[in-house]
């Protein structure tokens, strides 16, 4: 009752003020665990992140000024279209095509807008080589859509259609080259536009045989053409990261590189379609056997022609050399000590002379270290690149992974003191982000672990083969000696590390480089 | 309403447990600048995928939707823990955790890249939590235990 009148009078009582409050001390108890939390973030990102400093890449290169370049393209079937798409040039039909799928369907949307917002890079497409008439006709049309219409827009003039290479690259209205032939004919065709004068993007492998490929860089290097070789993968954002994190050992002593080839499809076994329209007539069979050995007209061989060392390089030449590129790229590998390599035609038996399974190890006794590659084109189970190190390992595709290693001696007191967890991820990188992060929360360390590709959702990534020949057309523009990323130097080690692994297949031993004598025994 | 010992005590609890969690996970959001729930939106299924997607996918979006996420966590949770707006936050709470769980709803046929800490069928622990709250919104306490007895106390509300 006494309780009562006090409160009557005074509004509020003790019991109140007890019961109103009663919940702050849970707020003191989350207030330090928050504390604890935060101070455990900073100290294991501070830990993680001391002296590292990773170059980022710095966006997309401004197009250099200059004159308007005239291309001829050499090989407009599969990938010469893929590469005039991406200098800006694609057949009116196509733009029609896409625009009709874009009107139900978001990722075609996605698909036009990327390529519609692609910077102009000044260039036109003056001439067009193929053996084969329908591709022929299909270069001359993407050529002449300057103004990306479709069917029913305004066209530019159109390509003129070379019958021969040798016409093409003697022709005074081309500057500069664009070879996207079969393997065989690389060197053939890119030696012929340097020794008139013109520069030369060159799809990859750089060549086919051993010889030429000396022949390659003796004449580049005497005319002082620009040579780009086509390993877009020197634009990717990742690859220079991982640079940068490697050159500032973030990793630790490198021992062993793993890099694969997984590929499940009859398209990515080079089984690709053979058109209808194909035949003796619309084909100069002359012309595409070039310097291979003369077989009857086979229209197989000529759709799939990676399929046959006649005229392929294989898993060696057409895939390793995307990742030795890459790996070149980062850590400057160069040509191998040896190489050592096997495999045989287990899945595919088509009649194909190339190897579907393939593995091979280059070593590199001056940098201690081995580089392993092992491909199948009959399982697509991804094991991306690893680079591995006694004091993290790095795992690397369009994103970049750093796992700790438990027994790191350059991360001991700091994985004693709990400052970093090993086997975990601990640095990730997703192309499109400007920074790297130090991974924390468990959200962020499941996603990273899973290389989430949020720029191919984003639909904003940009086509490394037009960073590619950007960064070739640039340099033809500064006409100062500048060399692309990928010249005949670095195209020179690739073709030269590719060969020691396709002979060590045929000749089923181990092959070594006399760098000496620059050759392969 | 009239609860007994048991039942008021059981409210409380319920209450401070359930604000406890929005609140820690609204600051440790809050507190970190670089978290965002980009990777969470992208990882969205069942029929609104679409529609969390693009939130994702655009910035000024999911500017706002990170900043509301974080903070409303965090505020929802005050208001669970000191007893004041309760039935204000218990509301909010339900309405973001019904986001939550359209985003990633247990439905049979969806997989997640982010792993579930248990097996559910429509029911998991995001909807319980939510029903949680839905407890809280229809039993308030916060007049008893809280802040808001200091307005009931002056209002004269019986207990």
Known sequence: ?521 | MKYSKTGLVALVVLRLATGWHFFYEGMVKVLNPDWTSKAYLLDSGGFLKNIFEWMALNSNVLQVVDFLNAWGLTLIGLSLLLGIFCRAGAFAGMLLLLFYYLSHPAFPGIEYLFPTDGSYFIINKTLVELFALFVIFAFPSAHIIGLERFWAAKNKIPE
């Not at chain 1, 407009?76 to 029609?96: C, H, N, Q, T, W």
């Not at chain 1, 081309?174 to 060159?202: F, Q, S, W």
């Open chain 1, 1 to 521: 009752m006494k309780k009562d009148e006090q409160k009557d009078k005074k509004g509020i009582s003790r019991r109140d003020v007890l019961a109103g409050l009663a919940s702050l001390p849970v707020l003191g108890a989350l207030g330090y665990g928050l504390f604890l939390h935060t101070s455990e973030r900073n100290k294991y990102k501070s830990g993680l992140l001391k002296g590292v400093k990773p170059v980022l890449p710095s966006g997309i290169p401004p197009l250099v000024e200059g004159p308007v370049l005239r291309l001829g393209v050499v090989g407009s079937g599969g990938r010469g279209m893929y590469i005039m798409k991406a200098l800006g040039f694609v057949r009116p039909e196509r733009i029609d095509d896409w625009e009709a799928r874009a009107a139900t369907d978001k990722y075609w949307r996605d698909y036009l807008d990327e390529f519609m917002a692609q910077e102009q890079l000044n260039v036109r497409v003056t001439a067009v080589c193929d053996v084969f008439g329908k591709h022929a006709a299909q270069g001359i049309a993407a050529g002449s859509n300057l103004y990306r219409n479709g069917q029913s827009g305004e066209m530019a003039d159109a390509p003129r259609r070379f019958l021969t290479y040798q016409e093409l690259c003697a022709s005074p209205d081309v500057d500069a080259v664009i070879v996207a032939t079969p393997d065989h004919l690389h060197v053939p065709v890119a030696l012929e536009a340097a020794r008139n004068g013109k520069h030369v993007y060159c799809e990859k492998p750089l060549s086919w045989t051993v010889e030429e490929t000396f022949e390659a860089r003796k004449v580049v290097r005497d005319t002082g053409i620009v040579f780009q070789l086509g390993h877009q993968g020197r634009q990717t954002e990742s690859y220079q990261v991982a640079k940068s994190l490697i050159e500032q050992d973030v990793i630790g002593k490198i021992s062993l590189i793993e890099v694969c080839t997984n590929r499940n499809d009859p398209n990515g076994a080079w089984v690709y379609d053979i058109d209808p329209e194909a035949n003796e007539n619309t084909i100069d069979w002359k012309q595409f056997i070039g310097p291979a050995p003369w077989h009857d007209f086979s229209l197989e061989r000529f759709f799939r022609w990676r399929c046959w060392w006649d005229y392929s390089t294989g898993l060696s030449g057409d895939l390793f050399t995307h990742e030795y590129d890459a790996l070149n790229q980062i850590l400057g590998l160069g040509i191998p000590h040896s190489a050592m390599a096997s495999g045989g035609i287990y899945f595919y038996k088509d009649g194909r002379t190339v190897p579907d399974v393939l593995n091979m190890a280059f070593e590199y006794p001056e940098r201690d270290l081995t580089l392993l590659y092992s491909a199948t084109l009959s399982s697509e189970k991804n094991r991306g690149k690893s680079i591995m190190a006694h004091d993290a390992w790095m795992e690397l595709d369009e994103t970049l992974t750093v796992y700790l290693d438990r027994s790191s001696t350059r991360y001991k007191d700091q994985i004693e003191q709990g400052l970093l967890e090993p086997n975990k991820p601990i640095f990730s990188y997703v192309p499109g982000q400007d920074k790297i992060d130090a991974i924390t929360t468990p959200t962020e360390k499941y996603f990273a672990g899973r290389g989430l590709l949020y720029t191919y959702r984003d639909g904003k990534a940009v086509d490394t083969t037009h960073l590619h020949l950007r960064e070739w057309l640039n340099c033809i523009r500064l006409n100062n000696g500048t060399k692309p990323s990928c010249d005949i130097d670095q195209a020179f080690e690739e073709a030269i590390t590719a060969h020691m692994g396709t002979i060590s297949y045929h000749e089923k031993r181990r092959t070594f480089w006399d760098a000496i004598n620059e050759r392969i025994v």
